[in-house]
């Protein structure tokens, strides 16, 4: 081989090494689901100001599992709600799948929580008069596109539960019932407000293995506020919320599995 053809064929390499790693990197940024910049949450009481959130500045890609951590009046409830549309900033952009929320009416906010967003919360919010199907059905008034009850509550192991009413059931099937619930508007964003909290630890496991299996085998994006810090070993990534702000973000390679941990 001569030394152009030599010199040729190197400068190929090259170039097939460059290109794979231009569209890594377009990947990457497809996969970007939520980002926050410099978002600022302020209230008013009387002639005083605070800051709930300040300059808060992160980015979640899509099917990660992110666990919020901070104590009480950290802004981790804050950050929450922002992400789910169910307040305001006062300042910065917030943007998922590409578009600005902060620039959105009330009427498109609620079109926003209506097709992306599932929630579940520490205390269930079930409605005690309804079945576990009957409130997983629910979803139908809000969306067209829903799963089947029977398939959402099949997803969380309540398959023998649904004509059961949230009186008959434990803490935890209620927990996943609410699960179901949320999960069955098909949303690309799954917030969790505590949602072990009103758990024993046995239980709290299996609710804690639900989600992160939603986030591995289903493709959604959990979003998890905690006070627990044990569970910052099972996620994709950690944010730590302190005084308002964000206090770091934190990428875990290698997150363990729930059934792993003890708390």
């Not at 979803?139 to 023998?160: C, Q, R, W």
């Amino acid at each position: 081989m001569s030394e152009k053809e030599k010199t040729d064929q190197e400068l190929e390499v090259v170039d097939l090494e460059a290109e794979e790693e231009t569209e890594e990197k377009a990947a990457e940024e497809k996969n970007v689901l939520i980002e926050f910049k410099k978002v600022c949450k302020k209230y008013s009481q009387g002639e005083h100001e605070f800051y709930a959130l300040k300059d808060a500045s992160l980015t979640i890609s899509e099917g990660e599992m992110v666990v919020i951590l901070g104590p009480s009046g950290a802004g981790k409830s804050t950050l929450l709600n922002l992400l789910g549309g169910m307040d305001s900033a006062t300042s910065g952009e917030i943007w998922f799948d590409g578009n600005d929320l902060t620039t959105y009416s009330d009427n498109q906010l609620t079109q926003y929580r209506a097709q992306n967003v599932g929630v579940v919360f520490q205390f269930y919010n079930l409605i005690p008069t309804l079945t576990a199907y009957e409130n997983v059905a629910l979803m139908k008034d809000i969306k067209n596109d829903t799963m089947d009850p029977k398939e959402a509550l099949s997803a969380v192991g309540l398959a023998d539960h649904m004509h059961q009413f949230p009186s008959q059931m434990s803490g935890g099937e209620q927990q996943r019932t609410s699960i179901a619930r949320a999960i069955a508007k098909n949303p690309k964003l799954l917030l969790c407000d505590e949602p072990t909290g009103a758990l024993d630890t046995g239980t709290g496991k299996e609710v804690l293995k639900l989600l992160q299996e939603m986030s591995r085998s289903k493709g959604r994006t959990v979003v998890m506020v905690t006070h627990n810090s044990f569970f910052a070993d099972v996620a994709d990534t950690v944010i730590r919320v302190k005084n308002g702000g964000i206090q770091s973000v934190v990428h875990n390679d290698k997150p363990k599995d729930a059934e792993e941990i003890n708390w």
